[in-house]
């Protein structure tokens, strides 16, 4: 899922950039609050633990083998914001050392795989951990990451004009939810062997952070908005019409022609920014909205 | 006044276990120590004591003084500069990217840089044998040549005490020779955890007998490593080296 | 992959090897940045950084094979994406530029971390502020990839030494086994690096 160079163009570069950015800044930050000092080289340790445990070769079916891309299995050992740390440390040492996935394309690469993956995992173990238990909490999530992962690399893709989408996306929709599969049963099995050996690693290293969540959470629900949502028309758009509904669609579409029109640059498409914002304004609308009500579930759960 | 001094310095592990109980005794300046007994005695958790590492909290008043400062919070800065710790694996304590990082990262932390960081770190590698490896990376490195540049690293920092955790361990013979006589060179107090009894022998006026965490014997190796009976009680062995004549060892010996 | 092939050649005596990571840094990203973003199809541009990086690949005497197979080596997944454009209306266009552009991109930036000890890359990236703790770990990361490498072999070997079936569930429970030892492994070597690092004054900032 490395993206190589040349695949994407200057917008996309420039978008995904300052997602990554944005997320790894925020998680750095996370670390330094949370982490104790003592656990400081655990990442650069973790990082390079999950650089040698892709390098074991799982074998699949006919000669061929897949390997374990980590971002799940990072979020659960570390937690969310370390997490995105050790894997954002392995993708850089993967493109300046062994010039896997192109420098224009750091900031997608990151974004996918370092950012959307484990946060992405970290989301749905979590909640799911107390009702399915670890083994089939960790399964999904590995499965999960990858896939939405995949379908925002194919997003980035595709806005940058180089693929089609209707081609791309089943392309990598289809392969990734195979790898998928071999993801979560990596995952699974490597989760299983650290717990039979040493069962408090595991609530050592994955402390409760739910703030670490939050901002991390929103960034990756907005690249998701930013990214795959304007290709997305034939899907069933939930926070599309939530935004309609809410009227910011044309409002925000207004907001942007209004002082734009006259400055239209052909073939630029506005539009699509139009609804690629109220998505954006929606996306808040719908996390605050989902913050509160968690938030006040939690209170209740307190008080009782 | 003492290079080391401990009094009655008890510690337990997390759990709750006994390491060590009521270990007193004292190192003079230019001394050389070595630390014996059998594995999990309590010899690395006793020499992670010297510098504050252990315990988690810094006890007051502290059970141990170097060079006449107790090891508290506030001293921490001077006493790990006065002792300088070489831990049992060399990977473990070689973690930066290059032989240059590595040894400048003890004076680095001290405030020191630039041409008077380059010159200090070119004449420690000098001193292990190692002068013109500044730029090599740690994994081209021998096992032997890793554990030199550790002890660059700690060296660099002129230390007054010097802490061995099994400085000779899966070194070939001739890595083992060289290092101990570079040992013998060094000015430094040193106290020696070590199950290589030919080091004891040779480089140390003096043997401590740990075992589960208290002193057994205190005395010249000559006559403690001698003794066959405690040495079996305590899952050693007399070494063959004192079975023999050894001129090298009327030098050591006190 | 075989780490230890890629700083090989980083310390060789040459022009390219000579100059400094900050500018070398900077001059193949910016070559990268112009050959991977420049709009539409600049073919003289392409040919003309073709034959620059040419140019520096013969100054920097590395050996021609190993370019070539660092070239190859991340040839899969381009390939299958250019592929895919292939399908469109003026595919074939699309699919030669798309790994036109790739593989010059590819060569600039193996031509600038094969002729650059790793370590002058993260002082640089020291310089341009990237936060410590970020630089720390990239650092530990480079250093311990190798040992870390090395203990799932010796392990994966150790295991291997004692197993008597081969059926693929059993591969996957040992690789699984394994990859959960060295994360245990890896914890406690964190632990005694942090005891290293606090024993030679080290605070964090």
């Known amino acids: 899922m490395h993206i190589p160079d040349g695949f994407l163009d200057a917008k996309t570069a420039l978008a995904t950039g300052v997602l990554a950015v944005a997320g790894l800044g925020l998680a750095l930050r996370r670390v330094r609050q949370s982490f104790p000092p003592q656990r400081i080289p655990l990442l650069g340790l973790a990082a390079a633990f999950i650089f040698a445990a892709q390098l074991l070769n799982f074998p699949v079916a006919g000669g061929t083998s897949g390997h374990l891309l980590g971002g799940a299995l990072a979020a659960v050992l570390l937690g969310p914001a370390a997490a995105v740390v050790a894997m954002s440390a392995v993708l850089v040492l993967q493109c300046l050392l062994f010039s896997d996935g192109g420098v224009t394309a750091l900031g997608a690469n990151l974004f996918n795989m370092a950012v959307v993956a484990p946060v992405v995992a970290w989301a749905v173990f979590r909640p799911l951990e107390r009702i399915a238990g670890r083994g089939g909490a960790v399964a999904l999530a590995a499965w999960l990451s990858t896939v939405i992962a995949a379908l925002v690399c194919a997003g980035e893709l595709a806005w940058s004009g180089r693929v089609a989408w209707h081609l791309v996306l089943p392309a990598m929709g289809g392969v990734h939810a195979l790898i998928g599969l071999g993801e979560a049963l990596i995952t699974t099995l490597i989760l299983g062997a650290i717990a039979a050996a040493r069962p408090e690693l595991l609530e050592a290293t994955a402390p409760a952070h739910r703030r670490d969540l939050i901002g991390l959470g929103l960034l990756v629900a907005l690249g998701l908005v930013v990214l795959v949502a304007p290709f997305a028309c034939p899907w069933p758009d939930g926070l599309e019409r939530v935004a309609a509904r809410l009227g910011f669609e044309q409002h925000t579409a207004q907001l942007l022609k209004a002082p734009l029109a006259d400055y239209a640059v052909p073939g630029l498409p506005w539009e699509k920014l139009g609804t690629v914002i109220s998505g954006v304004i929606g996306t808040l609308a719908v996390f605050v909205a989902a913050w509160a009500v968690v938030r006040m579930i939690g209170k209740k759960a307190h008080n009782v | ?254 | 992959m075989q780490p230890d092939l890629i700083d090989r050649y980083a310390r060789l005596d040459s022009p390219v090897h000579a100059l400094a990571a900050g500018p070398k840094l900077c001059a193949a990203l910016a070559l990268v940045l112009l050959v991977a973003l420049w709009p539409g199809a600049p073919w003289r541009l392409l040919g003309a950084v073709a034959a620059l990086l040419a140019a520096l690949a013969a100054l920097s005497r590395m050996p021609p094979r190993f370019l070539l197979r660092r070239l190859l080596i991340a040839a899969p997944f381009a390939l299958g994406v250019a592929a895919l454009a292939l399908l469109q209306p003026d595919g074939l266009r699309i699919f030669l530029l798309l790994l036109a552009k790739s593989t010059l991109c590819l060569a600039a930036m193996i031509l600038l971390t094969a002729t650059t000890p790793f370590t002058d890359l993260l002082e640089a990236l020291r310089r341009a502020r990237v936060p410590p703790v970020f630089v720390t770990t990239l650092a530990l990361l480079y250093r311990y990839l190798f040992v870390l490498r090395d203990e799932a072999g010796r392990m994966r070997r150790a295991r291997w030494s004692r197993s008597f079936s081969a059926t693929r569930a059993h591969r996957w429970r040992v690789l699984a086994t394994v990859a959960g030892q060295l994360f245990i492994r890896s914890t406690g070597r964190a632990e005694r690096i942090y005891a290293a690092m606090s024993a030679r004054g080290w605070e964090v900032k």
């Open chain 2, 1 to 254: 006044m003492k290079a080391v001094e401990l009094l009655d310095l008890t510690y337990r592990y997390p759990d709750g276990s006994a390491a060590l109980g009521g270990i007193s005794f004292s190192l003079d300046a230019g001394e050389r120590v070595a630390l014996i007994g059998p594995n999990g005695a309590g010899k690395s958790t006793l020499l992670l004591h010297l510098n504050g590492l252990l315990p988690e909290r810094p006890a007051v008043p502290s059970a141990v003084t170097i060079c006449g400062e107790p090891v508290v919070q506030e001293n921490f800065f001077r006493v790990r500069k006065n002792v300088g710790l070489l831990f049992q694996d060399p990977d473990d304590q070689l973690f930066c990217p290059t032989v240059f990082e590595d040894v400048a990262f003890g004076p680095r932390q001290f405030g020191l840089a630039g041409a008077a960081l380059a010159a200090k770190v070119g004449a420690a590698l000098a001193q292990v044998g190692l002068a013109g490896y500044e730029n090599r990376p740690p994994h081209h490195l021998s096992r032997g040549e890793k554990r030199r540049v550790c002890l660059a690293g700690v060296l660099i920092c002129e230390p007054a005490v010097l802490a061995l955790d099994e400085p000779t361990t899966d070194l070939d013979p001739r890595g083992r020779r060289e290092l101990k006589s570079l040992l013998r060179q060094l000015p430094a107090a040193q106290l020696i955890a070590t199950h290589d009894l030919e080091l004891v022998v040779e480089n140390c006026t003096r043997a401590i007998l740990l075992d589960r965490g208290r002193i057994i014997a205190d005395g010249p190796p000559s006559a403690l490593l001698a003794d066959e009976t405690l040495m079996l009680a305590h899952g050693l062995e007399r070494p063959h080296i004192l079975s023999h004549a050894h001129p090298h060892r009327s030098q050591g010996g006190s």
